[in-house]
């Protein structure tokens, strides 16, 4: 004879890919937690030629897997939601805002790359190369 053992499915605490932490002033949003680091802006995932706006603008690419599929390719027009939002971005005690206007492929989820002039707000120079921060959609 065969005996049947029913299985239960227990649902596993799940872990978010954002934390919030008693210091921030996210207001509640999602706080996403990663790594910064800073690059050469140029033509972006938006369909922005951000070329030379290093030094005068700040500007922010999100990790792929937080960009979503949603690029379409085109020439200054928006090709995914996220793009022209503003994120705060909080590091070494000190938070600045961001436009979104390019993914980061090689940035694990969470993380951002940004341009040098928001590197600077945020650490004074550029010595740190990657650090860690939180950041959060405005």
Same mark, same amino acid.
């Given at each position: 004879?065969?005996?049947? &053992?029913? &299985? #239960?499915?227990?649902?596993?605490? %799940?872990?978010?890919?954002?934390?919030?932490?008693?210091?921030?002033? %996210?207001g509640?949003?999602? #706080?996403?937690?990663?790594? &910064?680091?800073?690059?050469? #802006?140029?033509?972006?995932?938006?369909?922005? *030629?951000?070329?030379?706006?290093?030094?005068? $603008?700040?500007?922010?690419?999100?990790?792929? *897997?937080?960009?979503?599929?949603?690029?379409?390719?085109? #020439?200054?027009?928006?090709?995914?939601?996220l793009?022209?939002?503003?994120?705060?971005? %909080?590091?070494?005690? $000190?938070?600045?805002?961001?436009?979104?206007?390019?993914?980061?492929?090689?940035?694990?989820?969470?993380? &951002?790359?940004?341009? %040098?002039?928001?590197?600077?707000?945020?650490?004074?120079?550029?010595?740190?190369?990657?650090?860690?921060?939180?950041?959060?959609?405005n």
């Amino acid at each position: 004879s065969t005996t049947e &053992i029913p &299985i #239960v499915a227990a649902a596993a605490p %799940s872990a978010a890919s954002s934390s919030s932490s008693s210091g921030d002033s %996210s207001g509640g949003a999602d #706080v996403h937690s990663g790594d &910064i680091t800073y690059y050469t #802006v140029g033509p972006g995932a938006c369909g922005y *030629d951000d070329s030379g706006a290093d030094e005068t $603008k700040n500007i922010v690419a999100i990790a792929a *897997d937080d960009f979503g599929p949603l690029t379409s390719l085109g #020439v200054n027009q928006p090709a995914n939601p996220l793009c022209d939002q503003t994120i705060t971005i %909080s590091a070494n005690g $000190k938070t600045t805002t961001a436009t979104i206007r390019d993914k980061c492929p090689g940035c694990d989820l969470g993380s &951002i790359d940004v341009s %040098s002039k928001t590197f600077m707000e945020l650490f004074g120079s550029l010595d740190g190369g990657r650090e860690p921060v939180t950041w959060w959609y405005n």
